[in-house]
């Protein structure tokens, strides 16, 4: 039976959630048949018996996980004989390293690059809801947050400047296949590629080129995702 994965979806359907895709690589890595439940904002507190506050969660043959970091240990855990998704403690110490670094020092900037590009991509009621959630989270109307990214875009390929020289050297952070540290990186470039036309790296980085890898692996799952072309 497949694994269900209630998933962030837009107004036309797409897929933009950071986190989620996370968990929709991993599946993918371990060769899991997957089947998601397109879910907005505003439904997530129906998912399952109620008490799910964020997503990715799946439903696994009754058993319920979620957050995107517990769904990738109980993914190895469970299916230890499909390939490793954290790659054993060190990879898993490898993994949770890029995690931090990019929940702590990627995905904020970009988020003010971006902000109001996902609120355009909402439903009405999920626009409602992102409008006042992220404002009050960011301390200001998010209608004005995205100025002067032209000049904010700069410091974060500077702050990328760590994983630009492994993947200059190696086609993934896992090395010659990637680990679920790429999908960890992989997440914020998705979340705006799904919904920002704003470029945050360009062609001739090796960032950029290791993101065209991680966008066609499994047949294309994440190019295959409405999105903009950068
Ligand atoms: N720690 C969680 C965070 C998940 C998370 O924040 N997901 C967002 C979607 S990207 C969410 O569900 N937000 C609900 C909300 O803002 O109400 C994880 O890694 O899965």
């Known amino acids: 039976m497949a694994i269900v994965l209630y998933d962030l979806v837009g107004a036309d359907g797409r897929r933009f959630s950071s986190n989620c895709w996370r968990s929709r690589l991993a599946l ?6 997957c089947e998601t439940v397109p879910t907005r904002f505003t439904e997530i507190g129906q998912i399952g ?12 043959n009754g058993t319920w996980v979620g957050d995107s970091w517990a769904i990738a240990e109980y993914l190895d855990d469970t299916y230890s004989d499909r390939p490793p998704v954290l ?3 060190d990879g898993r110490q490898h993994a ?17 690059m971006i902000v109001e590009d996902i609120h355009a991509q909402l439903t009405p009621e999920d626009k409602e809801y992102f409008h006042a959630t992220r404002s009050k989270r960011l301390g200001r109307d998010i209608n004005s947050i995205q100025e002067g990214r032209e000049e904010r875009v700069l410091e974060l390929r500077e702050r990328l400047e760590p994983m630009r020289r492994v993947v200059a050297e190696t086609p993934f952070l896992g090395g010659e296949l990637p680990t679920y540290a790429d999908y960890v990186a992989f997440s914020p470039f998705i979340w705006a590629r799904s919904t920002s036309p704003f470029a945050l790296v360009e062609p001739g980085d090796p960032v950029h ?14 190019r295959n995702n409405p999105g903009y072309d950068w």
Do not use: C, N
Not at 96 to 112: A, E, G, H, K, N
């Open 28 to 33: 993918a890595h371990k060769g899991l048949d």
């Open 49 to 60: 018996d109620g008490s799910f506050k964020t997503i990715p969660v799946i439903e696994d």
């Open 87 to 89: 790659a054993g403690s």
């Open 96 to 112: 949770r390293f890029v995690q931090d670094w990019s929940r702590s020092r990627i995905s904020p900037l970009v988020m003010t």
């Open 209 to 222: 080129a290791w993101f065209h890898r991680v966008l066609d692996l499994y047949d294309g799952l994440a």
